[in-house]
């Protein structure tokens, strides 16, 4: 390995062979290397400023409907008279189903066609949800918006690291602020479309015509996905991955890409690569030819979750016991946060009744006060993890912790203002709780390892994110269960973190 001391960045000579290992294809590492030093000689610049903010979209969007599920919740119950957790249920089915299909796609049609279209897929299928005459119609059409939600990080990640340097791959984490902002102006939107025309909640009879609002908040949301995908369609344009076009023999196009993102950035007189490096690297390495089929593309993205890379991920009895962990963090937490999120709004309308404030207004302007506290704990979450006596481990366990608490607690009030300070608590704490899993997950892996092991704990999440709605099904929704249950997967969650026996603060990941 050699170091770049002037942007602290390690980067792998030609010949290192646990990078080969990585891919199982050599001559596509060594190439993937070459690629990886010429954009950190690119630098950070306009083009990848531009990239933060489409593809934050996508992270604005895998936020955004899984709230609008739950705040659109008790309207469609009212009417409709079905058991809500089929909404979730077909939404979650949905996420697996896109994150599997657009990831995988993204390496054999490329990037920029799954970019261009993930955020189209949600937009038109959640318009066209607002015209539901009946819940299967709703929740069928959930499901397929959630195929272009679910595709959004697997493919905006893959786009955004490969094409910004190294040096400012933290970035990444600092992209979860979309992510609460997604929530934010989901609730702003429906406080006053869904306040405002909805059934009374005490109505015994919801009528179509009487209960418009979760229909105009789902035009408004469709909508705006619309207008998000304009804006990635229209007006920034996204260039293929070079690492893709390498991938697939296309070395000339991927040489154009680099010039074209130097050009964007104001660096012209930037010394490149030219074809004929990536050409010697082919010399160099003649007795290994690259695949350069569809299929080639798949099995390079398959080879990630290969026995040989999940074998390495348990080589060790700390590295099993570390793997293990994360992968039990990311279940529980799947299922807590999507069963909490789903019920949420539910459970604040019915013991808002109870106070005697359960007005659908005063419970939709709650959710965007939640919202708004939820909003600094990326940024914070940030700042405690550098703590010398928190650390990464201390931070989430202790937020993890709180969450669950909080959570529990609010089922104790007695008046809505204490069980909207409780809910603000945990807005808060849940938010520092992401920030930080978010950023210790991949430090936890070894570099040759990381894509297993994320795509293990993101498969964990995923389906214990189905089994939420399944659990809801077979609990009262007039109760406090989905609550309760929430907020002791929180509690378990945390306690497992401080058994966690790596902490990554201050440290280079493996």
């Known amino acids: 390995m050699s170091d770049d001391k002037d942007s602290g960045v390690h980067v792998s000579d030609d010949g290192d062979q646990d990078t080969d290992a990585y891919t199982g294809d050599a001559e596509y590492q060594r190439k993937a290397n070459l690629l990886n030093g010429a954009m950190q000689e690119i630098g950070m610049g306009r083009y990848q400023w531009a990239l933060f903010v489409v593809t934050g979209f996508g992270w604005f969007a895998d936020n955004l409907w899984p709230v609008v599920t739950g705040l659109i919740l008790p309207p469609v119950v009212q009417e409709f008279q079905f058991q809500g957790p089929f909404l979730k249920l077909g939404q979650n089915i949905g996420l697996l189903i896109g994150a599997v299909f657009w990831g995988v796609g993204s390496d054999v049609w490329g990037r920029r066609i799954s970019f261009n279209i993930t955020l189209l897929v949600t937009g038109v299928f959640a318009v066209a949800a607002g015209g539901s005459p009946n819940y299967v119609a ?58 405002n025309f909805s059934c009374d909640v005490e109505a015994s009879v919801c009528r179509r015509e009487d ?70 690297v082919s010399e160099k390495g003649q007795q290994q030819e690259i695949d350069t089929s569809a299929k080639g593309a798949i099995r390079r993205k398959l080879s990630s979750l290969s026995g040989n890379h999940v074998k390495s991920l348990f080589a060790t009895r700390k590295l099993a016991y570390s793997t293990s962990l994360i992968i039990v963090l990311w279940a529980l937490i799947g299922l807590a946060f999507p069963l909490y999120n789903a019920f949420v709004t539910y459970f604040l309308a019915t013991r808002g009744a109870d106070f005697g404030d359960g007005s659908t207004y005063i419970t939709y302007r709650n959710q965007v006060i939640l919202s708004v506290i939820g909003v600094p704990g990326a940024l914070i979450a940030g700042y405690l993890v550098e703590l010398p006596f928190l650390g990464r481990r201390g931070t989430l366990s202790i937020s993890t912790l709180l969450t669950g608490a909080f959570i529990l607690v609010s089922t104790t009030a007695r008046s809505s203002a204490a069980l909207l300070g409780w809910n603000c608590a945990y807005s808060f704490t849940s938010n520092v709780m992401y920030g930080v899993l978010y950023a210790l997950t991949p430090e936890l892996f070894p570099t040759k390892d990381r894509g297993t092991g994320n795509a293990l704990a993101a498969a964990a999440n995923r389906v214990f994110g189905i089994m939420a709605p399944i659990i809801a099904l077979y609990a009262d929704l007039t109760t406090s269960v989905p609550i309760y249950i929430s907020g002791a997967l929180f509690l378990i969650a945390g306690f497992i973190a401080l058994l966690l026996p790596f902490d990554s603060r201050g440290k280079a990941a493996l």
């Open 138 to 195: 709703l929740c069928a059409f959930a499901s397929v918006w959630s195929i272009g939600v679910g595709g959004n990080l697997p493919v905006d990640s893959a786009i955004f690291l490969e094409f910004i340097p190294a040096s400012h791959q933290y970035l990444l984490t600092v992209l979860s602020i979309w992510w609460a902002f997604g929530q934010l102006i989901g609730s702003l939107i429906a406080w006053p479309l869904i306040g």
């Open 211 to 280: 209960n418009q609002g979760w229909r105009y908040f789902l035009y408004a949301m469709g909508g705006l996905m619309l207008f998000l995908w304009c804006i990635r369609f229209f007006l920034f344009k996204l260039y293929e991955s070079p690492k893709y076009l390498m991938g697939r023999g296309r070395d000339e196009q991927a040489i154009e890409v680099l010039h074209a993102v130097a050009e964007r950035n104001g660096k012209r007189n930037v010394s490149l690569l030219s074809v004929e490096d990536l050409v010697g």
